[in-house]
């Protein structure tokens, strides 16, 4: 059995300024230095916490992370429904949706990119039930893989 890892920087103080700063959208590339550690550290704490093998800090990290980011999105929901109650919604959602801690399910791009893997799921799911030839269905799916980006086709197939 090896040994536990030893945090000497991973502790109380730091877990809950780590949920403060979460709270508030902080991305972890600025947490970082305003807890006093390296960004690869804070990344490997999360990494290790979501791992096999997690120390009770790392544990305590990734939850304070996410309940701060929880937090934080109910805040700016929130804010959104008060200033849309006042006439002026626009300054509360410019801040979810830019806020590097939330832009990635709030956004239009967000939007953009759910809106876009449904219609290709709809696409494939409608591919597979046209009764086409396996070398017609390959081809089509790899023309849509072509203008998507989207792996639909093992490249061995």
Known sequence: MKPRRRHYKLNAE????????AEYGAALEHIAPAVGVSYDALCMWVRNA??????EEEIQLLQALNEGRAKGAHRFINLI??????????????????????RRQYSDNAAVTRARCEGVEAAVNAISEAN?????????LLRIQAKTGQDLV???D
């Open 50 to 55: 979501k791992g096999n093998d997690p120390t």
């Open 154 to 156: 093992d490249a061995e």
């Open 132 to 140: 086409l030839t396996p070398e017609q269905e390959r081809d089509i």
């Open 14 to 21: 730091v877990i809950e300024k780590v949920r403060v700063l």
């Open 81 to 102: 429904t008060q200033s849309a109650e006042n006439g002026d919604p626009k300054s509360a959602q410019w801040m979810l949706t830019h806020s590097p801690a939330y």
